[in-house]
């Protein structure tokens, strides 16, 4: 008989107040606002290791949400991602604290170059012993382009042509500057790296060129574990080629199981096992002792939530200034250079802006989970099994509490229905998610 498949868990993030479920900052018990304190991360650290989650996914945007009638004014406001913090500077006050928990950092291809930023995730991976992963992301906000001088973001498919081009340059750099044995620490002999095993590595690619040698001696992984989400036709390319956590969207197990063997599909056309990655899926929990308690707890949040916060979130992400329709008005979802798996449900299902609010009680668009421990793990092995995916981006509701509350109730029923590990495996973040090493093997290395 086939062993269970046990569930990988992110908690999904971002250095920000508002991230994915909006208006919950006004809650009385939350602390988002204490973002810019670097005991508010310390602490999450440890509380995600009690619960031996696999990783924090941190999210992060360059531009603002200004779609939504044209403006900043409600994004301020609701603190919809504005301020926002760089997540990268957060992962080693949180390693420092932890000894398996992983860190997957979102940074996009669009506005760092890929030599300076070499060096910066080899030094997270030093200093974390290998527990770094790099969620690629490529942009969609017009904002951002125009804040880094351009007029306006590049085509939806061409941002993944540049991101080909940009990973290609990457791994250059991490996996052939140096040699295996290059660092030799040789204080006798006065030799610390062998000048003969270091290389300058040349990449005349599409949209980057560079000569150069890395700049930091190799890293327990080398390259980091590579996260991506993307669900449009381009984007699943670009992930069968280079993901090894996918992170999707999905309203329901069906959805997921669609998803999910599309994106399998795709890595074994493009030369790899179908299990050569991870899929996860966005994910929001309320859990209490009992049913009861959960519906309570929702039932408060709610009271808080920001519906109209969440749609201008996706406003954004589809690129639709919703605010011009009325409730009950049909919406045009026409093309648009954003997220396009975005408006893909919505489009097919002819959502209007009462339904899509509807479906925002809680200020977010992720499923949602609420009940006891043992309902919610139930569910949730209901979508790894029938969604055929591997794990979770777990969202936060209500901060701290929200952690601490699936750590207490929820775990429990994972682990003693024999879906959720007992204890942290060794190894590098890598290992600990595939367990066939530290190395990338896509890259041949």
Known sequence: ???????????????????????????????SADYTKLSHWTDLARTLEAGLFDAVFIADIVGVYDVYGGSIDLTARETIQLPVNDPTLLVPAMAAVTQHLGFGVTVNTAVEHPYTFARRVSTLDHLTDGRIGWNIVTGYLDSAARAVGRDAMAEHDERYDRADDYLAFLTKLWETSWEDGAVRRDKAGRVYADPGAIHEIQHDGPYYQGRGTHLSEPSPQRT??????????????????HAECVFISAADPDAARRISRELRAAVVAAGRRA?????????????????????????????????EAGLAHFAAGSGIDFSVYGLDDEISYGPTNAIQSTTAAARRKGLTKRQLL????????????????????????????????????????????????????VVPALQARGRYKTAYGEGTLRHKLFGLGDRRKAFGA
Not at 2 to 31: E, Q, S, Y
Not at 293 to 300: H, I, P, R, T
Not at 380 to 404: K, S
């Open 275 to 307: 299990d050569d990655i991870k899929i996860f899926v966005g994910l929001s929990v309320v859990t209490g002792a009992t049913d009861g308690e959960a519906q309570d707890l929702l039932e408060d949040y709610v009271s808080h939530a920001s519906p």
């Open 224 to 241: 980091p574990v590579l996260f991506q989400a993307g669900s449009s036709g381009r984007g699943q390319r670009f992930a069968a080629r």
């Open 1 to 31: 008989m086939t062993a269970a498949k046990p569930i990988l868990l992110n908690a999904f993030t971002m250095n920000c107040v508002g991230h994915i479920n909006h208006g919950l900052w006004t809650h009385p018990r939350d602390r």
């Open 358 to 409: 509807d479906g925002l009680k809680l200020g977010g668009r992720y499923p949602l989970l609420v009940g006891s421990g043992d309902t919610v793990a139930e569910e949730m092995i209901r979508w790894i099994d029938e969604g055929e995916i591997d794990g979770f981006n777990l969202t936060r509701t209500v901060a701290p509490e929200c952690w601490h509350d699936f750590t207490r109730f």
